[in-house]
């Protein structure tokens, strides 16, 4: 075994590709060393987040039924890096072929109720149809009920091919029940994304 010392290595032509080492070796880079890419184009090392999304509520959806879970319409795709969120139809996201993995999810819901209206507000993921996440939680049974409020969530779901998620929320009101999606903040509804490179 030999030992070459240079300070530089290049291809003949200044161009094309340089390879180390051949199929079934090994290349080590010895304790104390730096690897240094920072300067490079690096491709097939670390990972991309993806798929990634962030979907929200456009408009307020109105008309939310008093203690039935209700699934959130969310129409608006603030980005959505593989078309995996279907915005139009059944407002989910489905896990693209070759895409399974854990993925991190936030979600949040803001609701009102009219006039201190709103008692409860429950949030969940749902996968596959079936609660999988159930996010914040609040009873203002022995309070003055609210008129809005917000509350919020996140977890890590381990998905396969073809899953898909869901928002859904649920109410408990007086008055006349909405899942918010204007007003001061219109991403207060939402539904964020992405795998997590294992």
Known sequence: MGTIKTTNIETITGSGTLTLGQSGETISVPSGATLDLSNATQTGVGGVNTPNFFARLDSNQTGITNEVWTKVSLANEVYDSDNAFDSTTNYRFTVPSGKGGKYFFQFSIYANAG????????????????????????????????????????????????????????????GSGQFLGTGADAAATRLIGYRIIE
């Open 115 to 174: 006039d201190n209206n709103l008692q409860r507000l429950h949030i969940a993921l749902y996968k596959n149809g079936s609660t999988i996440l159930t996010g914040a939680i609040n009873d203002w049974t022995n309070q003055a009920y609210r008129n809005s409020q917000m509350y919020s969530s996140s977890g890590v779901i381990d998905l396969s091919d073809g899953d898909y998620i869901e928002l859904y929320g649920k109410l408990f009101h007086t």
